[in-house]
């Protein structure tokens, strides 16, 4: 079964500086995606950024990238020149390739933004 | 972006009612649809997946017979709690997906329930 870890339940970050979230995964899949997702307090979630698995180049969203490394399943989200609206849980979500496949999430980690 | 909403968003009900839960693909066709439910302060936990025109599949531990899902068109899916109680007081989150998306999945807004 797969399985999506963040370890850090919660990060702090001054605004317009740099925090880094880390995600592991556990797969036996050669071919699927990863996912940030952004929960604001509207509990609405929102996709920040999407990874294939057999792409070797890291995604990136404006201020937001990734440290996608395959080999240690890990799939870590920078968040560039913070912003207050970027306070909120973002979870981690693994998927794979298949068609109609269900999303497999992490714990989340609450990021808490400082003016 | 592909939208997708939810109704009610919130909703108050007795113990031992029912209550229906809609979740609408607004502009794609939705093949598959996710209904999940999520805790103060946790993760989403998938309740199911349901297939249009076909039964849902549930997910270990997810009472077939209190959360009936029902997913009769490629626009709609709805989640009814019957005979609900306080403990399923919740936050309820929908998603859609299918090919004219590339199969990405798209969330609703999300449905409170709070059953008194």
């Known amino acids: 079964a797969q399985t999506v870890t963040q370890s850090q339940p919660e990060m702090s970050v001054q605004e317009a500086e740099t925090v880094t979230l880390s995600c592991t995964y556990d797969?036996?899949?050669?071919?699927?995606?990863l996912f940030w997702y952004k929960q604001p307090p509207s509990r609405q979630m929102i996709l920040v950024i999407r990874?294939?698995?057999?792409?070797?180049q890291n995604a990136t969203e404006n201020r937001f990238s990734v440290n996608f490394q395959k080999a240690a399943k890990s799939f870590s989200l920078k968040i560039s020149d913070s912003q207050l609206g970027d306070a909120a849980m973002y979870f981690c979500a693994y998927r794979p390739r298949a068609a109609g496949n269900k999303l497999t999430f992490g714990g989340g980690t609450r990021v808490l933004v400082k003016p | 972006g592909a939208v997708v909403s939810q109704h009610p968003s919130r909703v108050i009900c007795k113990s031992g009612t029912s209550v229906k839960i809609e979740c609408r693909s607004l502009d794609f066709q939705a093949t598959t649809m996710f209904w999940y439910r999520q805790f103060p302060k946790q993760s989403l936990m998938l309740m199911a997946t349901?297939?249009?025109?076909?039964?849902?599949?549930?997910e270990q531990g997810v009472e077939k017979d209190k959360f009936l899902i029902n997913h009769a068109s490629l626009t709609l899916s709805t989640l009814t709690v019957t005979s609900a109680h306080p403990e399923d007081s919740s936050f309820y989150i929908c998603s859609a997906t299918g090919l004219g998306i590339s199969y990405e999945q798209y969330f609703g807004p999300g449905t409170r329930l709070t059953v008194t």
């Open positions: 797969t036996s899949e050669s071919d699927y995606y």
């Open positions: 349901s297939n249009e025109g076909s039964k849902a599949t549930y």
């Open positions: 990874q294939e698995a057999y792409k070797q």
